[in-house]
């Protein structure tokens, strides 16, 4: 069965970094976009970044474009989420998704790492 572990996440101030993972079983992980998608401490699900199979394309909010670059290593079966210069505002639990999608239709997901911004 298709599983999903994001991992990574955790305390950092604003303007650190942080390198998120997500480690992808059970379906042929180079042959699927895949998404990341976080959802905020009352908000929905927001959509933050996608990347294609063979990593030929990538995609990004407006509000995360410039400082997050998503990755992929299909040797290991495992979708990155490099994040620089944190906001406060990118506090929430990050989710990686199997295929495009957005927002609430992510439903592929794993069970979410907690990155938490602040001084």
């Known amino acids: 069965q298709v599983q999903l572990v994001e991992s990574g996440g955790g305390l950092v101030q604003p303007g650190g970094s942080l390198r998120i993972y997500c480690a992808a079983s059970?379906?042929?992980?180079?042959?699927?976009?895949m998404t990341w998608v976080r959802q905020a401490p009352g908000k929905g699900l927001e959509w933050v970044s996608q990347i294609s199979p063979g990593s030929y394309s990538t995609w990004y909010s407006d509000s995360v474009k410039g400082r997050f670059t998503i990755s992929r290593d299909d040797a290991k079966n495992t979708l990155y989420l490099q994040m620089n210069s944190l906001k406060t505002e990118d506090t929430a639990v990050y989710y990686c998704?199997?295929?495009?999608?957005?927002?609430?239709?992510?439903?592929?997901r794993g069970q979410g790492t907690q990155v938490t911004v602040s001084s």
């Open positions: 059970g379906f042929t992980f180079a042959s699927n976009g």
């Open positions: 998704a199997r295929g495009y999608c957005t927002g609430a239709g992510c439903t592929t």
